[in-house]
């Protein structure tokens, strides 16, 4: 069958609405309709040609975040029917590992990411699955439940790694306020009620949701004078949402003896810390690349009971387009969600 969507079929150029064809399905794979695909950070560097994945053929549709709608299953698919609402894990394992026999897929070397690598993503009207053991059955709106599978998920697995550093009026900063901080500093505030969240961003705008939010804004340049006046030792861990050289240096600047850095983004080629500070006051840097299937369940139910809210900025897919370039500009506060 065939499926409109946006392809992407020169690195940089504008992406065109066309048509692409869905393989057959049968034994274990699920063809869904797509309510809801999330665009993020990963999305534009693809575009761009800066960020290339092993596998990734153009023409190429990308779209990483999907929910929707089971429309056909396979005769070996077990647990879902057809009109199941689902949410798309965004990491595809070889089911056959020791990571993935335990449910984490992101450890899988053999991984591979729909719309970043060999199939299709979720910029289209329909997707295909090839295992029904990557979707997760869902009782929310799909329009918001999208996000959760990469900004969502990454940012409460993220958070569940810093909370063995967090104790009574601990401090943890969050560097770089985008779509993944929007989560982040929600789930802290249902998880860990008790710390102080400052949050680090430049925008005029981005800054005042970081205090509705519940949140201690700063920009970088104000960030030791903003955790000295909370504790004067410092912060007891950071989510490092940048990814750079200089994000790293400037948060082990801040840490107390004993703390940490879960290190999220990858904006930058290599990450920077001070040699002797760190050796001596024994900081820990901790990779965090997406979460578990269980921790995406998790963030699913934060979501339905209320205590984390979507910020999601609604567009067609004929949008695509205008929607890469306000993501290049910054200026998006939340999620962009296109509906097919």
Known sequence: MESKAAILKEFGKPIEIGNINIPE?????????????GMC????????GTE??????????????????????GENVEGLKKNDKVIVYAVWGDLTCKYCRDGKYMLCKNQTIPG??????????YMYVPNFRFLYKIDIDPVLAAPLADAGLTSFSAVKKALKFLQTDSTIILYGFGGLGIYAIQIIKALAPYVNIVAVARSKNKLELIEKLGGIPSTPEKLNETIRKINENGASVAIDFVGSEESTFLISRNLESGGGIIEVGME?????????????????????????????????????????????????????????????????????????
């Open 25 to 37: 399905i049968r034994d274990e794979s699920v063809l869904i309709r797509v309510e809801g695909a």
């Open 52 to 73: 290339p994945r092993p596998g990734l053929k153009l023409p190429f549709v990308l779209g990483h975040e999907v929910a929707g709608t089971v429309i056909e299953t």
């Open 116 to 125: 970043q690598s060999i199939y299709n993503g979720g910029f289209s009207e």
């Open 41 to 48: 950070r990963t999305d534009l560097r693809l575009w761009k």
């Open 268 to 340: 930058g080629n290599s990450l920077r810390m001070p040699t002797f500070d760190s050796v001596v006051w024994e900081y820990t840097l901790i990779g965090s690349n997406y979460g578990t299937m269980n921790e995406l369940g998790e963030i699913v139910n934060l979501t339905k009971k209320g205590f984390v809210k979507p910020f999601v900025i609604k567009r067609k897919l004929e949008e695509i387009n205008e929607g890469l370039k306000e993501l290049e500009k910054g200026d998006v506060l939340g999620r962009q969600v296109f509906t097919p």
